[in-house]
């Protein structure tokens, strides 16, 4: 609040202030009257100062209409009748009206027609005024279209069935890109309810204006939307880094929308498919896409996951076997067995290497999967299959189970191995560091219970989609 004004005092009253704009001629105060007073644009600003026997009131006029219409971007029909500010209130109401004897276009099929009625006074949030919360008012003007019966038409500061100004709703989304949506609700002071809306429409918005084409490197993953094996299936515009598409769980069924969505001439755009060896994604490929097998690449860091996992489950049952004989070495080496040794932290390489040297199966599992990711050096078809076949004997003869059931598993999905050399050199490194922006995006909401609203936040945080309404003719 600003301070109020004492009694006694010269140019001071005891009661409230409040300021009142009134946009239009006003001849009766003189600027020479004001310290300060000066022009904007041409619009002469005047302020008098008097003492009522009701609370005071200080009343400034802007003879430049135009002020508030530039600023909420009205043009012809529209225009601003009065602007209120109340200080006691802490508030600021802008009525918008209309011009009479104007055609308007039906908000459905665009046929100009004649004003049939009004709807009721509608309020919509704006941008603040001096950190004041700001509201437009106005009814909205509706036509009676001979096709498409009664309808309200669009307003230019505000999309259909939104409570807020386009300019607030584009400051809110950049907000809503900084924070969760709690903590917009707090800096924009409005509910849960009310930012959530803004996002879905902003989501829709710009999913409704990305263009419709297909990506020629497209990547596929899962990810789980909460504990008890809930997941998504996601597809990703690897050049593009954005996700492009989402569907509940990880079936072929999930994926086969997204490319049914696209004509086979369409997909015929589509080069190659990154994804895991997952029977499901591969079948969905297999069904949409011309010449799979040679368009499948399987994602180098899958194989290693699966590598590291086979990894650990040689050291399991190896420390199962020496605490039989009461012999602790492995015990706490897990998490440094799954290290690659060039990401092993300095601390732990004095010890690591130690346990390498010692004659345990373990270490011959770590090794075959070291040895693994050399293969993805070469960078010739030929040469890394040489390699392969060397590798896959090693690890074949190794009589390590889970290693050699890891090397069967790359046997029978070999085709999608070697593409990586031949078709295109793509991994879900993108997708991996999209779910990294994800897992955060969960985190800071707490999870989300509801697996839609887990797909609005995706879309918004990670779609790379236009998100804000157009201001002023201009998107953005």
Not at 190 to 195: A, M
């Amino acid at each position: 609040m600003w301070p109020l004004p004492r009694s006694g005092a010269k140019g001071r009253c005891e009661p409230a202030l409040t300021l009142r704009f009134s946009l239009g001629l006003c001849p009766s105060l003189d600027t020479g009257l004001v310290r300060g007073g000066g022009t904007l644009k041409g619009a002469t600003l005047g302020v008098s100062l008097r003492e009522d026997p009701e609370p005071c009131r200080m009343e400034v006029a802007v003879r430049d209409i135009e002020f508030y219409a530039q600023v909420l971007g009205l043009v012809d029909p529209w225009f601003v009748d009065d602007v209120d500010l109340s200080i006691e209130n802490r508030r600021v109401d802008i009525v918008v009206s209309h011009h009479e004897g104007r055609l308007w276009p039906c908000p459905k099929c665009e046929v100009e027609l004649a004003l049939y009625d009004h709807a009721e006074e509608r309020a919509w949030r704006h941008l603040d005024t001096g950190g004041f919360p700001t509201w437009l008012h106005a009814r909205p003007p509706r036509v009676k279209c001979p096709s498409d019966g009664v309808r309200q038409v669009h307003l230019p500061w505000a999309e259909p069935k939104s409570r807020f100004t386009r300019a607030f709703e584009r400051f809110a989304v950049d907000v809503l890109k900084e924070t969760d949506i709690s903590g917009a609700s707090n800096i924009l002071k409005t509910s849960w309810d009310e930012c959530w809306g803004i996002m879905e429409r902003a989501v829709a918005r710009g999913r409704a204006a990305k263009e419709h084409q297909v990506p020629a490197l497209i990547g596929v993953d899962e990810k789980a939307a909460r504990k008890g094996h809930s997941y998504l299936t996601l597809v990703y515009d690897i050049a593009g880094g954005t996700v492009e598409y989402i569907a509940d769980d990880r079936t072929q069924a999930s994926l086969d929308p997204y490319f049914e969505s696209f004509t086979p001439e369409e997909r015929q755009g589509i080069k190659a498919v990154a994804m895991d060896m997952w029977p499901a994604y591969i079948n969905s490929v297999q069904a949409h896409l011309t010449d799979p097998h040679k368009k499948i690449v399987f994602d180098r860091f899958h194989i290693a996951k699966h590598m590291g996992e086979a990894v650990d489950a040689v050291r399991k049952l190896e420390h199962k076997e020496l605490r039989a004989e009461r012999i602790d070495t492995l015990t706490g080496s897990k998490y440094l067995w799954l290290y690659a040794e060039k990401n092993l932290p300095d601390k732990h390489r004095a010890t690591f290497g130690s346990l390498k040297m010692l004659n345990l199966k373990t270490a011959r599992a770590w090794a075959i999967k070291e040895s693994l990711a050399v293969l993805w050096r070469y960078q010739r078809l030929g040469w890394a299959t040489k390699f392969y076949k060397q590798w896959f004997f090693w690890a074949t003869h190794s009589r390590l189970q889970p290693v050699i059931d890891v090397a069967y598993m790359i046997k029978r999905h070999l085709y999608g191995v070697l593409n990586y050399f031949s078709t295109a050199r793509i991994t879900n490194a993108a997708a991996e560091g999209l779910n990294s922006k994800i897992q955060t995006i969960k985190k800071m909401a707490y999870g989300y219970r509801n697996k839609e609203h887990f797909k609005t936040a995706i879309f918004f945080h990670c779609g790379g989609l236009q998100l804000y309404p157009a201001t002023h003719g201009v998107p953005g």
